[in-house]
Each structure stands twice: as structure tokens, then as C-alpha cells.
């Protein structure tokens, strides 16, 4: 059972222009969500967050959008540059919850994104 | 400030042995985190240790296991190696067991099962 879905296996944009990646999940005990970026024999590195109390958080290029009711949120890439090339994974946890879930992240497929100059 | 970091890089076995990967978490973080990538998937949550004792587990067979030392640092044991244990295994940390706070990953261990 996928709780977090990246239905996007890739995605290409050209330099300068917005990037779009959506992730779906469907346990509604998730309360923080987490997007990560992944470059090739490197480790995933955090990129933003966002608690299920907000719709919106921003830092820098990067806004993510979430929409509870819909069980939807997205990472927005403003303006997308060559080198934000990676595979991009969103994650969400039941921090508020807890219960079996505490300590565990549930990541999604991953989108890969390919920004072209 | 060094990060996270996993050995051994590559791991080569075959199927019916033992695996052992480590990791040493970024100095005053306590709580590890494994994870495993397999190809075309993304990261399946594995274990979680935090100061020294197993916080919780993933939906993984017993034959995955592991252990925090007390300086913090984790080993992650498979036995009896499956072909399908073949994947990238992730080790991450943090301050302490909430997910709330960004997890920092290590390269990982590549793992093939011949």
C-alpha cells in the first residue's frame, strides 16, 4: 500500500521557467510534510517542510503548496535552474500522531527533474 | 563539521550470507535511521534507533536487524541474504526521534545479492 505517491516518474522543464512536482498520500494521520532532493551517489538532502496547520511555505525559489482536504501538496521551483537537475522525493510523517508511525518517514516514489539550459 | 557517513561503499554477497553496514551519525545527533531504496522504489523506512535502543521498525522480516553503540553509531545486519535484498540502504540522523526535524543522510551502501 502506497500512502505516498509521486505519480510523475519524470519531469522537464526549460531554464527559467516554473517546475512543478505533486505528491498525493493517502493516510490522513500525516501531519508533516518534507520534500527531499537526490543527486546521483549522493544522500538526500532536505529542502523544505511544511506542518498540515499551514497551506503554504516559502524559501526562496522554493514554495510548497499543501491542500488537506485534497490529500495534495506540490513543490514549486522558481525560476528552475540546470543545477536543480535531481530526483526529488516528498515525504510525510505522523509527528503530531505518533502512535506506530513515530520516528518514521513514508517517502514517495521519487519525480525526476531535468531542467535544460 | 563532517556528515553523515556509511561504509563500506559497495557490498557484494551472495545469496544465504550476512551483511553488516555502518554508520556514524553527525556528531551530537542521537537518533539513527536506515532506510532502504530498492530500484525503481523509493525509501522505505527500516529502523529507527535513539540512544541506544530499537524505536521502531518498518515492515521488514526479522533476518534485517541492528544495533546503536553508545557513541551513537549503528550497524544494520541482514542475514540470510535474498536476491531481492539487492538495494541502496540509507542511514540517516538527527537530534532526536522527531520527524519533524530535516533528516541528514549519508551516500548510502550499495548492496548487491548474488
Known amino acids: 500500500d502506497q500512502q505516498v505517491k509521486q505519480n510523475s516518474p519524470s519531469l522537464s522543464v526549460q531554464e527559467g521557467r516554473i517546475s512543478i512536482l505533486n505528491c498525493d498520500y493517502t493516510n490522513s494521520m500525516f501531519d508533516y510534510f518534507l520534500w527531499y532532493k537526490k543527486y546521483p551517489a549522493e544522500g538526500p538532502t532536505f529542502l523544505i517542510s511544511i506542518s498540515s496547520i499551514k497551506d503554504k511555505n516559502e524559501d526562496g525559489r522554493f514554495t510548497v503548496f499543501l491542500n488537506k482536504s485534497a490529500k495534495h501538496l506540490s513543490l514549486h521551483i522558481v525560476p528552475s535552474q540546470p543545477g536543480d537537475s535531481a530526483v526529488y522525493f516528498c515525504a510525510a510523517s505522523a509527528y503530531f500522531s505518533g502512535g506506530t508511525s513515530y520516528g518514521k518517514l513514508t517517502f514517495g516514489q521519487g519525480t525526476i527533474l531535468t531542467v535544460h539550459p | 563539521e563532517a556528515g553523515v557517513t556509511q561504509s563500506p561503499t559497495h557490498l557484494i554477497k551472495t545469496r544465504g550470507q550476512q551483511a553488516t553496514l555502518r554508520c556514524s551519525p553527525i556528531?551530537?545527533?542521537?537518533?539513527v535511521y536506515w532506510y532502504q531504496q530498492a530500484l525503481g522504489l523509493g525509501l522505505q523506512f527500516l529502523l529507527w534507533?535513539?540512544?541506544?535502543?530499537?524505536?521502531n521498525r518498518g515492515n521488514f522480516p526479522p533476518r534485517f536487524s541492528g544495533r546503536q553503540f553508545p557513541n551513537y553509531s549503528s550497524e544494520l545486519n541482514v542475514n540470510a541474504l535474498e536476491l531481492e535484498d539487492s538495494a541502496l540502504y540509507l542511514c540517516?540522523?538527527?537530534?532526536?526521534?522527531?520527524?519533524?526535524?530535516?533528516?541528514?543522510f549519508g551516500s548510502g551502501t550499495q548492496l548487491s545479492v548474488l
Open positions: 540517516a540522523s538527527s537530534y532526536g526521534g522527531a520527524t519533524n526535524e530535516k533528516l541528514f
Open positions: 534507533y535513539d540512544e541506544g535502543e530499537e524505536r
Open positions: 556528531s551530537g545527533h542521537t537518533s
